[in-house]
Structure formats: C-alpha cells, structure tokens
C-alpha cells in the first residue's frame, strides 16, 4: 500500500476535489490524509477511483481533514 499526506489548501471551488483524486492517481496512493478541505459537514463522496471521506470544518469554511480512500472495484 502507498499511503500520502496533501495539504490541499482547498477542496471549496467547484472541480477541485475531482482534481485532487486525477492527482492522487498519478502518484498511485492507496490511502491519502487531505487537510484544510474547508467543507462545513462530514460525510462520504466519491471522486475517480476514490471514496473520499471528510469530516466537518465550520461554517465559515476553515479547516476540515479528510481521507482519499481507493476502492478496489
């Protein structure tokens, strides 16, 4: 498994996180820590190949982490 940490500064505008998982799959990491997502809920989305897993930032849209997961489909 290759494991990956990305400070991504944003995930907020539109196409970024589909950008982000096309980036990721370049590099071939399995499992990736995101930080600064600035997302104001948590949940799951896919994006690519990747379940991408975040947890709540606030509602001014700072902070916020997330995982990129890799699906094995």
């Known amino acids: 498994m290759r494991f990956g940490m990305w400070s991504v500064r944003s995930l907020y505008r539109a196409g970024s996180l589909?950008?982000?998982?096309?980036?990721?799959?370049?590099?071939?990491?399995?499992?990736?820590?995101?930080?600064?997502?600035?997302?104001?809920?948590?949940?799951?989305?896919?994006a690519g190949n990747y379940n991408f897993v975040y947890g709540k930032g606030n509602?001014?849209?700072q902070l916020g982490k997330g995982f990129f997961l890799q699906t094995t489909e």
């Open 18 to 46: 589909t950008a982000a998982a096309r980036e990721l799959a370049i590099y071939i990491l399995d499992l990736a820590c995101v930080l600064e997502v600035r997302w104001d809920k948590g949940g799951t989305v896919r």
């Open 59 to 61: 509602e001014n849209h």
